[in-house]
């Protein structure tokens, strides 16, 4: 299974100005500009190090997931969460030719930890030997900042500061999720039970 994210974020969705803010940098000089690209790029780090924790993706973006076959043919989970839409299905059989599967043909089952697609009638199709799919998918809490939950959106500020307060020293704990950003996100967690146990 492979995960690809399509569309990155767009800079004018990031809180480059909250995360200012949040540090206390000063505001008001000429250069006040002259870190924007700094915070964008630990911004973007602590998005990525909570969305790999949770599964959940903050601001809504493509994705395409390539699997070689379903879990079970009558459901299949999708990897992240929340999902608006799924934009394709292409069955890839073993030399690369690609088919389109109607997307009348199945359906989005909302949820907030699990979202999934069902086929309308029957079962999904039917996944070439030795082929794959892939799946497009639309996923994410909205397209804007506010649309996160206020807890997410907290947690990647504070891990943000932090990656920012220890750039200059590889010795310190800077690539640690500290013990409030981990309490701030754990709700939001995806919870998978096998053979009876929790991962």
Known sequence: MMLVEETTIPLAALPVAIFKDHLRLGSGFADDGVQDAVLETYLRAAVA????????????REFSWTLTMWRDPGCQ???VAPAS???EIVLIDRAGEETL?????VRLIPDSQ?????PIGGQLPSIPSYGSVRIGLLAGFG???????VDLAQAVLMLAAHYYEF?????APGGVMPHTV????????TVRLFMGGRS
């Open 167 to 171: 750039r200059h020293d590889a010795g």
């Open 101 to 105: 599967v109607p997307l009348s043909s």
């Open 182 to 189: 981990a309490m701030l996100i754990e709700r939001h967690r």
């Open 143 to 149: 397209p804007e900042w506010t649309d996160m939950p």
């Open 85 to 87: 839409a799924v934009t």
């Open 49 to 60: 190090a909570i969305e790999a924790r949770t599964g959940k993706i903050s601001i809504e």
């Open 77 to 79: 989970s999708l990897p």
């Open 114 to 118: 699990r979202p999934r697609i069902e």
